[in-house]
């Protein structure tokens, strides 16, 4: 069962944010896995087409120790593109090692502060 978690960002300072995964409580060591984090507008179905997603080359990094770092500049540059006057979405994340099934790991809200 994936982790339901919220993020928030004010998209003129957006920073990083960074969530921590383990497995019986060791860090999940994510060398040679994928990450994808795909996004839609607040309220559409997760079966409709993804608004956009960020992967390892476009604002996502998997580290050693569990950690999984979200670079919300990306995230703020591609909502900037595909929907600039929206604040609230919602991802879901993934993870997939070499070419096993994707595991969704984390889903939930996403509140962009605009001032």
Known sequence: M???LPIS?????PGTRSITFSVGGTPL????YTGRMQVWRSGQSTTASALFSLT???G??????????IDMVAFEAA???NAPTEAMFHYALDVRSGTNARVNISSGPIARAMP
Not at 9 to 13: C, E, L, M, S, V
Not at 29 to 32: C, F, K, P
Not at 60 to 69: F, Q, R, S
């Open 56 to 58: 390892e080359t476009t």
């Open 9 to 13: 960002y004010d998209r003129q300072a």
């Open 60 to 69: 996502l990094t998997l580290g050693t120790t569990g950690a999984l770092t």
């Open 79 to 81: 909502v900037v593109t």
């Open 2 to 4: 994936p982790a339901t």
């Open 29 to 32: 060591n994510m060398t040679g």
